[in-house]
């Protein structure tokens, strides 16, 4: 079983700065994607940013030139940094791992269970 735990989430306000860090635990051998999702209350969750393995990342338009995400494979952790954050920021971040590998098995995802960022305007 593999557990993702988030931490970094807070308040804010707009304009200002937030990292958020994402580890993974348990018998991993390699997790192929990670990345970050998010939910705005009344909203879907959507796609933030991703990074393979190798190094390839995602960014939803809303936030590109603004986020950056960033892995450390050796510790299976994720992190966002998140510049000039606006309202349309806030929500539950959540983090996502994806194509995981462990010593017993391959899962599918793993999901943590989010953390709250609230941007004030």
């Known amino acids: 079983q593999v557990q993702l735990v988030e931490s970094g989430g807070g308040l804010v306000q707009a304009g200002g700065s937030l990292r958020l860090s994402c580890k993974a635990s348990g018998s991993i051998f390699r997790i192929n994607d990670m990345g970050w999702y998010r939910q705005a209350p009344g909203k879907q969750r959507e796609l933030v940013a991703s990074?393979?393995?190798?190094?390839?990342?995602k960014y939803v338009d809303s936030v590109k030139g603004r986020f950056a995400i960033s892995r450390d494979n050796a510790k299976n952790t994720v992190y966002l940094q998140m510049n000039s954050l606006n309202a349309d920021d806030t929500g539950v971040y959540y983090c996502?791992?994806?194509?995981?590998?462990?010593?017993?098995?391959?899962?599918?995802?793993?999901w943590g269970r989010g953390t709250q960022v609230t941007v004030s305007s």
């Open positions: 996502h791992a994806g194509d995981i590998y462990t010593s017993l098995s391959r899962l599918e995802n793993s």
């Open positions: 990074q393979t393995s190798g190094g390839i990342t």
